[in-house]
């Protein structure tokens, strides 16, 4: 349910506004157990964390008794997307009304927009929690504080999730085969050694930004390219090894009368701190650089004066 593009969503109960106010503000009793601060004084701050996936600082700016309750966001970090801060200056807000014999709580999450990134996950997450856990609270006093298990997995799947980018084209998979292997070509002029012979090492360096090592594990003619990163060097985040181990993986596959390619870097997830910038860097190489040496028989490489990953 949208209300001025926001996430809200309400309910009913046969209880009284204050009973409803006093349920919102026992948050430990409905959201999560692993509250710090205090959740009932008007001007205090809160932080809500679990595990490694989410964590907020919540100020109460509004805590009028039986009517409404309202916390802006003051700090926030997500491990499952790439913009980590995604409800940083966002506003949750409690909405407290009489209907006939009835408690209205009207819920919204001001700022929780469906553009977000977040906003599958935290959509369902609210939606459990304000509609199943708080209504629990209030109808049965007993909540189910305790992270919902079908929305925590969710998370933690989108946190594992491997950077990814696909396009088709109308060149046989022989030729996206070779585009691929000519990686100055495509990807950066600074290359040294082979790339085109099953086994070998190559190295490509961008200024003393990015210096990575690649072994070729899989070279299927028309089919697949693998390498495997041996060796890293990433200046711009503090584990400057964070490709270290990972897969670099081109499939390429016959689409009716087309072929797709389609490219996973295997271990680049949204949990390390290089990805913004590196899927941001893939995205340039692989959509825009390696579809063009493909299609136009000349990619955009980053030259020996110029560096994409650090942009």
């Known amino acids: 349910m949208l209300e001025n593009n926001s996430y809200n969503v309400s309910f009913l109960v046969d209880k009284t506004p204050e009973e409803v106010f006093n349920a919102v503000n026992n948050v430990r009793g409905w959201w999560s157990e692993i509250i710090e601060g205090d959740t009932t004084k008007l001007g205090a701050e809160f932080d809500y964390h679990h595990k490694d996936i989410h964590r907020s600082k919540f100020k109460i700016t509004a805590l009028v008794p039986g009517q409404r309750v309202a916390w802006h966001v003051l700090d926030n970090h997500f491990n499952f997307i790439q913009d980590k801060t995604e409800w940083i200056g966002t506003d949750v807000i409690f909405e407290i009304a009489r209907k006939g014999d009835e408690t209205e709580l009207h819920f919204t999450h001001a700022g929780l927009v469906?553009?977000?990134?977040?906003?599958?996950?935290?959509?369902?997450?609210?939606?459990?929690?304000?509609?199943?856990?708080?209504?629990?609270?209030?109808?049965?006093?007993?909540?189910?504080?305790?992270?919902?298990?079908?929305?925590?997995?969710?998370?933690?799947?989108?946190?594992?999730?491997?950077?990814?980018?696909?396009?088709?084209?109308?060149?046989?998979?022989?030729?996206?085969?070779?585009?691929?292997?000519?990686?100055?070509?495509?990807?950066?002029?600074?290359?040294?050694?082979d790339s085109s012979k099953l086994g070998a090492e190559f190295r490509v360096h961008f200024e003393d930004l990015h210096h990575t090592t690649q072994k070729v594990t899989e070279l299927v003619p028309g089919q697949k390219v693998v390498w495997l990163v041996t060796e890293s060097l990433i200046n711009f985040v503090e584990d400057k090894s964070e490709w270290e181990n990972t897969q670099i993986i081109f499939e390429i596959s016959r689409k009716n009368d087309r072929t797709e390619l389609h490219f996973t870097h295997a271990g680049l997830i949204p949990a390390i701190p290089c990805y913004g910038q590196c899927s941001v860097a893939w995205m340039f190489y692989i959509k825009q650089s390696l579809f063009d040496l493909i299609t136009k028989g000349e990619g955009q490489p980053t030259r020996k004066d110029t560096a994409i990953m650090a942009q």
Do not use: H
């Open 114 to 193: 469906p553009e977000y990134e977040c906003y599958e996950v935290c959509s369902n997450a609210w939606g459990s929690y304000i509609t199943g856990s708080l209504r629990d609270l209030i109808t049965t006093g007993k909540g189910q504080p305790n992270p919902i298990e079908e929305v925590v997995n969710q998370a933690e799947q989108m946190s594992r999730t491997d950077y990814t980018a696909s396009f088709t084209v109308d060149q046989s998979p022989d030729e996206v085969f070779t585009a691929i292997n000519n990686v100055r070509g495509w990807w950066t002029e600074d290359f040294e050694e």
